[in-house]
């Protein structure tokens, strides 16, 4: 059974930091394409950055130059390290993992996701 489990969130003044991480639960972690994503209230799950096999990155223009999105195989997790943090980058954090490919952006091309963690920015 596949689990993604998100941890790292919490409270945090604008202008800080936090690194989330993503456990997964996956035997063929090392060659599938991960993702984070966030859901604010009242609006649509949004893309933030993906990471392939290869390393390979693609970043929303959002995040670009604030996130960093990296792999550790050997165990088993993804991170997302945000710096210069906004009030706006208030919301649910979710990671997703997905088969191999090139960077994708696309929600609805992932297969398995995680259940969130809360990133309250104030400001």
């Known amino acids: 059974q596949v689990r993604l489990v998100e941890s790292g969130g919490g409270l945090v003044q604008a202008g800080g930091s936090l690194r989330l991480s993503c456990a997964a639960s996956?035997?063929?972690?090392?060659?599938?394409?991960m993702g984070w994503f966030r859901q604010a209230p009242g609006k649509e799950r949004e893309f933030l950055a993906t990471?392939?096999?290869?390393?390979?990155?693609y970043y929303a223009d959002s995040v670009k130059g604030r996130f960093a999105i990296s792999r550790e195989n050997a165990k088993n997790t993804v991170y997302l390290q945000m710096n210069s943090l906004k009030p706006e980058d208030t919301a649910v954090y979710y990671c997703?993992?997905?088969?191999?490919?090139?960077?994708?952006?696309?929600?609805?091309?992932?297969?398995?996701w995680g259940q969130g963690t809360q990133v309250t920015v104030s400001s």
């Open positions: 997703a993992a997905r088969s191999p490919s090139l960077p994708d952006k696309r929600k609805e091309d992932y297969d398995y």
């Open positions: 996956i035997s063929t972690f090392s060659s599938c394409t």
């Open positions: 990471i392939t096999w290869n390393y390979g990155t």
